[in-house]
C-alpha cells in the first residue's frame, strides 16, 4: 500500500473538442485549446517548478518559479498564465532559467525558516521540493534581513494551525477560500513585504472561516497545516473512500498510518465533490475512534435491567429466540426493521432481505421515510423514477437557480461551493424559504428574489409561479407537445390557471408579495436553463409529496428537463439515503423501485432466494409505532438510526420502543433509542467495511476498509449472524458479491459491479446494457415512464394551524457544523461552533414576550414542552422560530408532531404551532431525560469487566 | 379513548388526506386512485381497520374515501 497523489497540472485543465499541438522541450503534444503552457508539460510527464499554481486555482503568475521560454517571444513568460498555442515552441528547463529559478527560491528561503527536520510539512512540503528541483545549496542574501520568522501561530481553529512565520503569501490559501470556498474569510492584508495572509475576525476561529480545509489543502508549505499532522507525523499509505455525511458523498483519501486515520483529504478525482471538502467530512471524523463507542454486544431482558455483555454467539441466539418467540405468540407480523441511509448499499439489501425472506413480511421501511420519502412518490408519479434527475456538475450550465427548502451552504456545503461559483458566474437566483438563509446575501452572491414564504404554503407558492407561467404564455409548448402527455397538461394548465392560484390570491396564505413572485416566475421560465434544488423544507410537510409533483410540474411546463443545466433535484439528507430506497427499503418496492405486487419481479427474487415473498406491502415506521401502541407490533430491528431522538412526537415514538418485547439497536453508540433496546448489536464506522454508498444524483462510490472493526464484525456481518441464528443463511463472503446479487435483480443496476466501479471510478445509476457507463442526466429524450405526467397539486392547509395560545410557527433544520441527530458530530471538536440547539426568534417576536438573547426559553406545542436558549435573529422572519436538532436533551421532536405527509407519512417537521416564554428551568421532559439517559445505559461491570 | 380507537381515527383522518389529494380528479378516476394508493401502500391489516370503520357508520369519512373504501374488495 502506498498513498495515493493525483497529478496537479498546475491549472486547470481546459475540456473542449477544439486542439492545439506545440513542443515542449522537444517533445509534440496536443492538448484542448485553453490549456496553459504548465498543464501541457504536466500532461506529457514534465513538471515545470511552481508555487503559487496548483490545478484547483485560477492561474495567478505570481511566484515567477515557473518561467520557460518560448522561441519567437520575448523575456520569460510564466508558463501558468500563458495559453498553449498551436505551433509554439517551449523549453522549461536551460541555464537561464535554471539560474532565474534560483535566484526566486533563495529568495523565498531567506525568509524561510530551517526547520525542516522539525516542520510538520516535512516529506509533504511543496518549498522543500522546489528548493531541491532548483538544486538550492546556498541563500547569498543570508538570514539576518528582515523577515517574518517571528510571525504569529493561530492555533484557535480546533483541526488546523496557521503559522505566519512559514507563509510564503503564494495566495493559494486566500484564492482556495475565494474560488473553490466561495467564503471570502481570508484576504492578503498590507502591502510590499508587510503582505500577510488573514483572516477577517481576530483569529481564524473568531473570522468567516467555515473550516472547510481549502486552505489547508492549497497551502504548499507548513503554514496551514492539520492539527493531527503535527501530533502524528505524516501518513504512510491511503484510501479512497466515501464520506459517511451528508448525501453529496464527497470522495475522501483516507491518509492513514497502520489503522490510524491520520487526515481525511478529498479526492480530486471524485466526482461529486472534485477535491473540495467541509468541515465534517475533512475533519470530524474522530467519532470513529470515540471513548462512547460500544464494542461488544450486549443483552438484557427488561430496559430497566442493566445492560449485559456477551459473546456475538449470544448475542444472536437471544435475539433469534426473542424473534422467533415473538412471532410464534403475536404473528408473522409482528415483528419489523428499519434499514440505516448511514450503512451501505450492500447491508441495507441484505437488511431487507432478512424481513422480507427471514421475517416472512414486509415490513421494512428506512430513515428516508422520515426525510425524502415525498421525493420518491412525487418524482415517480410524474417522471417515471423515484430520484433526481442532473448530476452535480450540471449546475455550472445552470442559469437561474430555484432554490426550495433547501440550506445547502449548511447542510451540502461542498454543492453549495459549486453553486455559489455558478451564481458568482452569472446565474440568477430565487430562494424561497422562510429564512434568509446565507445564499440570500453572501459575498459575492444574492438573491435575485427572496421569497420568504410562511411554513405551510410550498404548494401554494408552487402553485401561483406556475399560475404566471401559464397565465403570461411562458409555457415551452414545444417541450410539453413532444414530452408530456397532453391530456394531463391539458387539465392542469386549466387548473393552474385559475384566479385561485394566482400571486394575488395566495398572497394571504404565502406571506409573499405577488409582484415578488411573478417576477420570479418570469425569470425562471425566461431566463435559460432553470434549475430547482430542494431539501426537507419542501418533503417534510403535509403536502410534501404534492409539493414534489409541483416542482416537477414546473419544470416540465418550462421545458427545463434531460439536459444540462436544468431539472429537479433533491438535495438528499444522508450519505446513503438515496441508496437506502434503491436497495428496497421501503415495505411496498423491492429493489429498484418495483411493487411487491408485482408477480414477475417477486418471482425473479422468489427463485433466487428461495422462499416465498409476500405480495402485499408491510408496516411504515409510523405504522409500526402505532401498532406497537396499540400492542400488535413487538419486535424491531434497528440499523444505524436513532428514532426516539430524530422521529416526531418523542413521546409516541418513547410510546412504542416500551410497547415492545423485543428491540435490537445496531449503532456505534448507546444513542436514545438504545436506552429503549433489549439486544445491542455494536456497529462499524465508514472506515471499517467495504461497500457502496448512493448520493444524491444517483453516484455509486465505493467505501473502503481502512481498519479492522472495531467490534469484529463489519455491519453486513451482524446482519447476516442474526439471520442464519434465525434459520435464514445468506451466504456472502465479501459485500462485492451482495452487489453482484443486486445486480442480477435490478435492471438499473445490471452494469454494476466492484470492478467496474474500480474501473470507472463511480457510476451514476442506471447503469446497465443501455448505458454502461451510467446515467449522468436523466430523461434526456422521455421520461422514463415514457411521457412526462402533469399531476394537479391543489392547495391543502395544514391541519397544524396557529392560534391565540400557540401563536408562533416552529420551523426545524441543520446547521454546518452539526449533522442530524449528532451522533457523530457532537462526538468531536465541531462542539467548539454548536455546543447545544438554540432557538431562533425574531426581535419582534422576543421583545413582546420579554426575551433576550441567551434568555432560557420555554418552547411548547400542542403536544410537549422543552426549554432552549434564545437567539436573537432578523433572519427569521416574525412569527417564525427555528431550532435544530442536533442534541437529544434539546427535545426538539418532543414538540414536532406526528402530522404527515399524505402519501408517504414522511413527518411534518417544518410546521408546528408553538409559544415562547421566558423560564429559568428545564422542562419536566428533559429533567426525565436526564435521569432515564443514566438509568437506562447502565452496563453491569461485573460482566463487563469478567469480558475483558 | 382507547390506542386501538385513538389508532383507527388516525388511519381515518390519513384515509381523508388522501381523498382530498385525488379529489381534484374527475369523481370515478379520484375513487380509482384512492383505492390504489390504499392497496399500494396501506398493510391488508391497516386496509381492513378502516373497512371496519365504514362497516360501523363511518361517520368521519369523507364522501370519496367512504366510496373508496366500500369498494375494497379485496382486503
Redesign the interface.
Known amino acids: 500500500m502506498s498513498l495515493i497523489k493525483e497529478v496537479d497540472y498546475g491549472t486547470k485543465l481546459a475540456a473542449g473538442a477544439a486542439t492545439v499541438t506545440l513542443t515542449i522541450d522537444g517533445e509534440r503534444v496536443t492538448v484542448a485549446q485553453g490549456t496553459s503552457v504548465m498543464a501541457a508539460a504536466m500532461s506529457m510527464g514534465t513538471q515545470i517548478p511552481k508555487l503559487c499554481a496548483t490545478d484547483m486555482l485560477d492561474a495567478f503568475g505570481s511566484c515567477r518559479l515557473c518561467l520557460v521560454e518560448i522561441e519567437g517571444r520575448r523575456g520569460t513568460p510564466a508558463s501558468c498564465t500563458t495559453p498553449a498555442e498551436n505551433g509554439m515552441v517551449v523549453h522549461t528547463q536551460n541555464a537561464r532559467l535554471a539560474k532565474l529559478r534560483k535566484g526566486v527560491m533563495e529568495l523565498y528561503i531567506s525568509d524561510h525558516p530551517l526547520d525542516c527536520l522539525t516542520c510538520p510539512a516535512n516529506g509533504d512540503c511543496e518549498l522543500q521540493d522546489m528548493a531541491g528541483a532548483v538544486g538550492l545549496r546556498d541563500v547569498r542574501y543570508g538570514y539576518k534581513g528582515a523577515n517574518h520568522l517571528d510571525g504569529a501561530k493561530d492555533e484557535s481553529n480546533p483541526y488546523f494551525t496557521f503559522d505566519e512565520s512559514k507563509c510564503i503569501v503564494c495566495s493559494r490559501c486566500v484564492r482556495a477560500c475565494e474560488e473553490v470556498q466561495g467564503t471570502f474569510a481570508l484576504t492578503i492584508q498590507g502591502r510590499g513585504f508587510d503582505s500577510k495572509v488573514a483572516s477577517g475576525g481576530v483569529d481564524f476561529l473568531s473570522s468567516e472561516c467555515v473550516s472547510c480545509g481549502a486552505c489547508v489543502q492549497a497551502c504548499p508549505t507548513a503554514t496551514l497545516t492539520e492539527k493531527s499532522i503535527i501530533e502524528m507525523g505524516q501518513p504512510e499509505h491511503s484510501k479512497v473512500t466515501t464520506c459517511a455525511y451528508c448525501g453529496v458523498g464527497c470522495s475522501f483519501k483516507a491518509e492513514m498510518q497502520g489503522e490510524r486515520v491520520v487526515r481525511m483529504v478529498p479526492y480530486k478525482d471524485g466526482k461529486a465533490n472534485e477535491g473540495h471538502s467541509c468541515v465534517k467530512g475533512r475533519f470530524a471524523y474522530g467519532y470513529a475512534t470515540s471513548k462512547d463507542r460500544i464494542t461488544k454486544p450486549m443483552i438484557r431482558a427488561a430496559i430497566t435491567d442493566p445492560w449485559r455483555e456477551v459473546s456475538w454467539d449470544e448475542a444472536f441466539a437471544y435475539a433469534a429466540s426473542e424473534f422467533k418467540r415473538i412471532q410464534a405468540k403475536y404473528g408473522r ?1 409482528s415483528v419489523g426493521a428499519i434499514t440505516s441511509s448511514r450503512c451501505t448499499n450492500e447491508e441495507v439489501f441484505v437488511m431487507q432481505k432478512l424481513v422480507r425472506a427471514g421475517f416472512g413480511n414486509n415490513n421494512v421501511d428506512t430513515c428516508a421515510r422520515v426525510c425524502h420519502s415525498p421525493t420518491g412518490y412525487g418524482l415517480k408519479m410524474t417522471f417515471g423514477t423515484s430520484a433526481g434527475t442532473q448530476d452535480f456538475k450540471s449546475v455550472e450550465k445552470s442559469d437561474v437557480i430555484l432554490v426550495i427548502g433547501a440550506n445547502p451552504t449548511d447542510a451540502h456545503p461542498v454543492f453549495a461551493s459549486r453553486m455559489k461559483k455558478r451564481l458568482r458566474a452569472g446565474a440568477r437566483l430565487i430562494v424561497a424559504d422562510p429564512r434568509r438563509i446565507d445564499l440570500v446575501k453572501s459575498p459575492h452572491v444574492h438573491a435575485d428574489y427572496h421569497l420568504p414564504l410562511l411554513p405551510g404554503s410550498n404548494v401554494a407558492m408552487i402553485n401561483a409561479l406556475a399560475h404566471v407561467i401559464v397565465t403570461e404564455g411562458l409555457v415551452d409548448e414545444a417541450f410539453v407537445r413532444e414530452r408530456c402527455d397532453l391530456a394531463d397538461f391539458e387539465s392542469w394548465a386549466r ?1 393552474i390557471a385559475g384566479e385561485e392560484n394566482s400571486p394575488e390570491a395566495v398572497e394571504p396564505i404565502t406571506g409573499v408579495k405577488p409582484a415578488d413572485v411573478r417576477a420570479a416566475a418570469r425569470l425562471f421560465a425566461t431566463g435559460g436553463n432553470g434549475a430547482i434544488y430542494y431539501g426537507l423544507g419542501v418533503t417534510e410537510h ?1 403536502q410534501g ?2 409539493m414534489v409533483m409541483g416542482m416537477a410540474n414546473l419544470a416540465m411546463a418550462t421545458g427545463n428537463l434531460g439536459r444540462d443545466g436544468v431539472g429537479v433535484n433533491p438535495l438528499r439528507g444522508q450519505n446513503n439515503v438515496q441508496g437506502a430506497c434503491d436497495m428496497g427499503s421501503f ?2 418496492e423491492l429493489s429498484g423501485y418495483r ?1 411487491v ?1 408485482d408477480e414477475a419481479t417477486r418471482e425473479m427474487f422468489e427463485s433466487l432466494w428461495g422462499v416465498k415473498l409476500d405480495h ?5 415506521i409510523p ?1 409500526m409505532l ?2 406497537a ?4 407490533f413487538k419486535g424491531l430491528y434497528v440499523q444505524g438510526e436513532d428514532i426516539a431522538q430524530s422521529d416526531p412526537d418523542t413521546k409516541h415514538v418513547v410510546a412504542g420502543l416500551e410497547g415492545m418485547e423485543c428491540v435490537i439497536v445496531q449503532d456505534l453508540f448507546l444513542n436514545e433509542t438504545a436506552k429503549y433496546a433489549h439486544v445491542f448489536f455494536p456497529g462499524a464506522s465508514f472506515l471499517e467495511k467495504d461497500g457502496t454508498f448512493t448520493n444524491a444524483e444517483r453516484r455509486i462510490n465505493r467505501v473502503r476498509r481502512v481498519m479492522t472493526p472495531m467490534a469484529g464484525l463489519a455491519d453486513w456481518e451482524v446482519t447476516l449472524g442474526f439471520a442464519k441464528a434465525l434459520g435464514f443463511e445468506m451466504a456472502y463472503a465479501h459485500p462485492s458479491e451482495i452487489m453482484d446479487e443486486v445486480a442480477q435483480l435490478t435492471p438499473g443496476f445490471r452494469g454494476v459491479s466492484y470492478a467496474r466501479l474500480d474501473e470507472l471510478g463511480s457510476v451514476q445509476w442506471p447503469c446497465n446494457e443501455e448505458a454502461p457507463l451510467g446515467t449522468p442526466i436523466m430523461h434526456v429524450d422521455h421520461f422514463v415512464r415514457g411521457k412526462g405526467r402533469f399531476m ?1 397539486t ?1 392547495f ?1 392547509a395544514t391541519e397544524e394551524r396557529t392560534g391565540p395560545r400557540f401563536p408562533l410557527l416552529l420551523t426545524t433544520g441543520r446547521i454546518l457544523s452539526q449533522y442530524n441527530v449528532g451522533a457523530q458530530t457532537r462526538r468531536t471538536l465541531n462542539n467548539v461552533w454548536h455546543e447545544e440547539d438554540v432557538l431562533e426568534i425574531h426581535p419582534f417576536d422576543a421583545e413582546s414576550r420579554g426575551i433576550r438573547d441567551g434568555d432560557l426559553v420555554a418552547l411548547a406545542s400542542r403536544i410537549g414542552e422543552v426549554s432552549l436558549r434564545a437567539s436573537i435573529s432578523d433572519r427569521m422572519q416574525p412569527g417564525v422560530v427555528y431550532t435544530t436538532f442536533h442534541h437529544p436533551n434539546s427535545g426538539a421532536n418532543v414538540v414536532t408532531t406526528d402530522n ?1 405527509d ?4 414522511c413527518p411534518e417537521y417544518k410546521v408546528t404551532a408553538v409559544q415562547a416564554r421566558r423560564t429559568n428551568q428545564v422542562s419536566d421532559w428533559q429533567e426525565q431525560d436526564r435521569e432515564t439517559g443514566v438509568s437506562l445505559r447502565r452496563i453491569a461491570r461485573e460482566a463487563a469487566d469478567a469480558a475483558e | 379513548m382507547s390506542d386501538a380507537a385513538t389508532h383507527a381515527e388516525k388511519l381515518v383522518s390519513m384515509a381523508n388526506q388522501i381523498a382530498q389529494f385525488f379529489k381534484s380528479q374527475p369523481h370515478d378516476e379520484a375513487v380509482a386512485s384512492i383505492m390504489d394508493h390504499l392497496r399500494s401502500f396501506w398493510t391488508p391489516k391497516m386496509r381492513r381497520q378502516i373497512a371496519e370503520y365504514l362497516a360501523a357508520g363511518g361517520q368521519s369519512f369523507d364522501p370519496l374515501t367512504k366510496e373508496a373504501v366500500a369498494r375494497l374488495t379485496d382486503i
Not at chain 1, 902 to 905: F, G, V
Open positions: 407480523d387548473f403535509s409529496s404534492t415495505p411496498h411493487h405486487s402485499e406491502p408491510g408496516l411504515r405504522n402505532d401498532e401502541v396499540s400492542g400488535d394537479i391543489q391543502v404527515s399524505w402519501a408517504t407519512n
